[in-house]
């Protein structure tokens, strides 16, 4: 059986398997190597993501005859971090909720399996500017003048996210800082001032990658799950897999 690894967030993980996607170019990374299960569920935030942990990460593995997954990414707060008073209030999670709330998802992973590898991904910054283009194109004249985010607000959930992953000596990913080291990174990066770009998907994927080939999880010395066509005889392809099998 291929080892798994999990993608758990909001729409930037849901959406990451499309065309360009962070997700996918992980999946073809891994090709043959492990499976990459994408787990974003877009508009939910930590609160609502602790009631999918039972179905989606179950303590029985054990039971089911499968595996946990040997690594997983938590890519929450861009919706937590929504400004109450505004149109995305329903989605708001105070900050130090949101800390907790991926203390306890964390937590939940480790009891499925201790060796798991676990990364901690902040939300990227908001561009303002481009939530409120965004907003105009869709709603028009009923659009809103004063964004439902902004990068202040959220910088102080990308800060407790890091602040968690030192506590619990996890590694994690301050994209939030990341994407803000290159100018331009409004547009370069993030299409509709939130979610990325084919530039800002390359990025995500690089700085997972990255750490998943830092800590064990390198693609390069993962074996095959199967034989390469390369070592099977024409003649007597049984011998190939016959070896495998030993």
Request: charged share 25%; aromatic share 10%.
């Amino acid at each position: 059986m291929r080892p798994q690894i999990v993608l758990f967030g909001d729409s930037i993980t849901e959406q990451s398997f499309r065309s360009a996607g962070w997700g996918a170019a992980l999946a073809d990374t891994y090709s043959r190597k492990a499976d990459v299960v994408n787990r974003g569920y877009g508009g939910y935030n930590t609160r609502w993501a602790l009631f999918l942990l039972h179905q989606l990460f179950p303590l029985l593995y054990l039971q089911d005859s499968t595996k946990p997954p040997v690594a997983a990414t938590i890519f929450f707060g861009a919706n937590d971090a929504a400004l109450l008073g505004r149109t995305s209030e329903r989605q708001h999670v105070p900050v130090e909720e949101y800390k907790e709330n991926l203390r306890k998802i964390v937590n939940h992973l480790k009891e499925c399996s201790p060796t798991m590898l676990v990364v901690l991904i902040t939300p990227p910054p908001i561009d303002e500017a481009g939530r409120k283009e965004y907003a105009q194109s869709v709603y028009g004249e009923k659009a809103t003048e004063l964004p439902e985010r902004t990068n202040e607000v959220t910088e102080l959930y990308a800060k407790q996210c890091i602040a968690l992953a030192k506590e619990m000596g996890l590694r994690s990913i301050d994209l939030w800082s990341k994407m803000q080291e290159t100018e331009g990174w409004q547009k370069k990066f993030l299409s509709d001032g939130l979610h990325p770009t084919p530039e800002g998907n390359a990025m995500v994927y690089q700085e997972v990658i990255r750490v998943f080939y830092e800590a064990w999880l390198s693609a390069g010395e993962m074996p095959y799950d199967f034989p390469h066509h390369s070592e099977i005889d024409g003649k007597n392809p049984e011998n190939a897999f016959h070896q495998q099998c030993l």
